[in-house]
């Protein structure tokens, strides 16, 4: 039986590029390229890469980046759009659970709930950062946005979702939170490419910052950096808050 992320990203390929919260690519690409001191040497691992927004723009601008996901569609678009562009770049299916990959890369970066934290059990989502892990290189960093649970302790996730929305884009409905596991549990309404409507049960998982630094501690991250993630406008000065709907996580080995 598929998962509801999996379902989600069937035939979705053209439509997801239209979503609100694709739209911050450039902005986050230019901390990306900070983070790494603009060393066009750098091998970056895109994990979750949807339609290549991030692998694209850093490509383009001298990295090599590989880009993995596990939709067939959305590793489709990808390849049309680097196609379209002249660039060549590896974009391979994988399981962020399972990547193929041991010390291979300067930077791992996982944007926009890149698999993270769509798992069903905590224990999945612990694999998928154990992964990246060892996809990097001793020294290696690690970058990504997660749900921030601090968030709905004192807002409406569901009013904040509602406010979001744009014509067009992704509907969430019947939204539940729970205290005792931090999962969010709603109907999520998309339109494939093709026009049809899909209904979704989702169930994504919210994490406050101390469990962040615990995972990434025992996977052998010292340095660890969470900071407030705005849509296009990362930045290590933006302090972390209740305000804050997703977290950005800097770590480094």
Not at 22 to 41: A, M, P, W, Y
Request: proline share 2%.
């Amino acid at each position: 039986m598929k998962q509801w992320y999996e379902s989600l990203f069937e035939d979705y390929g053209r439509n997801y590029d239209n979503e609100v919260f694709v739209q911050g690519t450039i902005g986050e690409c230019d901390f990306l390229e900070k983070e790494l001191t603009h060393n066009k040497r750098s091998r970056i691992l895109d994990i979750g890469c949807g339609t290549g927004r991030h692998t694209l723009e850093l490509t383009r601008r001298g990295y090599t980046v590989v880009g993995v996901d596990l939709s067939d569609s959305q590793l489709t678009r990808a390849r049309e759009k680097a196609a379209a562009l002249k660039l060549e770049i590896v974009f391979q299916k994988e399981d962020a659970r399972a990547l193929p990959f041991s010390h291979e890369f300067d930077l791992a970066m996982m944007m926009c709930e890149g698999g993270f934290p769509l798992m069903e059990t905590d224990e999945m989502n612990y694999q998928i950062l154990q992964s990246a892990a060892r996809a990097l290189k001793p020294g290696g960093k690690f970058i990504f946005t997660t749900l921030n649970g601090l968030f709905p302790l004192f807002h409406s996730v569901k009013d904040f979702l509602a406010s979001a929305v744009k014509e067009g884009n992704a509907a969430t409905a019947g939204l539940s939170f729970d205290l005792l596991t931090f999962r969010e549990h709603s109907v999520i309404t998309v339109h494939d490419d093709h026009g049809k409507a899909k209904e979704l049960q989702c169930n994504e998982r919210y994490y406050v910052p101390s469990e962040i630094t615990w995972l990434l501690k025992s996977l052998g991250f010292t340095t660890i950096g969470i900071f407030g993630a705005k849509l296009g406008a990362f930045n290590r000065n933006d302090r972390l808050t209740t305000e804050d709907f997703e977290m950005l996580v800097v770590a480094e080995k």
